[in-house]
């Protein structure tokens, strides 16, 4: 019989499931890294416990501090748990784009969550990274993670799903496809299996209205790339510092709509419920389909779980007042108003 002695030592070793219908159409095998068997339900809890464990180590966290972040949610939540667990205070900006679920979740494990407009510049001190940025200098004895420059996030991936992934597959792994935001997954993990087997290719998925593929590509900052979009956890409107570009073979941009129609199939005819990134993910690895062979093992990172996309991605209403899901029969009207 094994006890873990709390809840942050369950986090890692997630189940590899195979993709069976929804990747018929492909000719490879497709594995899916199934990262919402984490305690607070995403791959975030990997690298928030090990910011905080190495901010303990370099004494910017001190005992009964605060914890101060800029989150969509994943990330706080990890931080939560790491802060209920090793007894410090949380705060989270976060944007009114995000889930209300999400923010209910990160209060229900005792944190503040701080609501920001979306559709301000960085800089802007209304954003959420001005606020948080004010509330670390303001609050005693706090520390401000920083999840897009602190390094510790893409060693939690080299360290943990880089390894994880490598065995998983007895080294058969030939693509990683990783949706990315911080770069902490994509690089991390893509630094550790390349040095492994420098023949494997990193695929990353970019969001429409996000920078981030124009600047692996061009190397410049355009910021006429970036506007309003709907995906959630991916995409930036800068570079962080989590990035490496040189493990990266490639980047993908997927629509919003693409997205959430493929993570309702994902839940529908694999029954894995999965958030609106892993749907992403799948979704532009299926725009690479002439640059698949039979022989090739590919692994998708789902990163979190659908239920935080209830009221959205799983929502018909929500769906259709977005033009992403087609009115076919009278039936499916009826059910969303219902
Ligand atoms: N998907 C979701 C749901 C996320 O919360 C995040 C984190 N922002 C990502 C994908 C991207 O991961 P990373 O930040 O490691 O690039």
Redesign the pocket.
């Known amino acids: 019989m094994h006890i873990y002695n709390n809840i942050l030592e369950t986090i890692g070793n997630t189940p590899m499931v195979k993709l069976n219908k929804v990747t018929a159409s492909l000719p490879c095998t497709v594995l899916a890294k199934v990262e919402f068997f984490n305690p607070g339900n995403?791959?975030?809890d990997r690298?928030a416990v090990k910011m905080v464990e190495v901010a303990e180590q370099n004494g910017w966290l001190k005992p009964g501090g605060t914890i101060i972040e800029g989150?969509?949610?994943?990330?706080g939540m990890g931080l939560a748990l790491a802060a209920v667990i090793k007894g410090y205070k949380c705060i989270f900006t976060t944007t009114d784009k995000q889930s209300k679920e999400k923010m209910d979740i990160l209060k229900a494990l005792g944190a503040e969550v701080i609501v920001c407009p979306t559709n301000v510049e960085p800089e802007d001190p209304r954003s959420y990274y001005s606020v948080s940025k004010r509330l670390a200098k303001e609050v005693p004895n706090s520390w401000y993670v920083n999840?897009?420059d602190n390094l510790a996030?893409?060693d939690a991936?080299y360290e943990q799903t880089g390894p994880e992934i490598w065995e998983q597959t007895s080294g058969k792994v030939t693509h990683l496809v990783?949706?990315?935001?911080?770069?902490?997954?994509?690089?991390?993990t893509g630094k550790y299996l390349k040095e492994k087997n420098p023949a494997i290719k990193v695929w990353?998925i970019d969001s429409y209205g996000s920078l981030l593929k124009k600047y692996f590509e061009t190397g410049e900052l355009d910021m006429s790339e970036v506007y309003p979009y709907i995906t959630?956890?991916?995409g930036e409107d800068f570079v962080?510092q989590?990035y490496d570009m040189s493990v990266i073979d490639h980047f993908e941009k997927v629509t919003d709509k693409d997205g959430a129609v493929m993570a309702r199939r994902i839940a529908k005819e694999e029954g894995i419920f999965v958030?609106?990134?892993?749907g992403?993910?799948l979704a532009g690895l299926m725009q690479l389909k002439a640059q698949l062979k039979p022989e090739d093992v590919v692994v998708v990172?789902f990163?979190?779980h659908g239920s935080?996309y209830v009221g959205k991605v799983y929502n018909d209403q929500w769906m259709m007042e977005r033009g992403f899901l087609d009115v076919k029969t009278v039936k499916d009207v009826v059910n969303a108003r219902a």
């Open positions: 995403s791959i975030k690298m989150t969509s949610g994943n990330t999840q897009y996030n893409r991936h990783v949706a990315t935001g911080t770069g902490g997954t994509v690089t991390g990353a959630e956890g991916i962080p989590n958030g609106y990134s892993a992403s993910a990172v990163h979190d935080r």
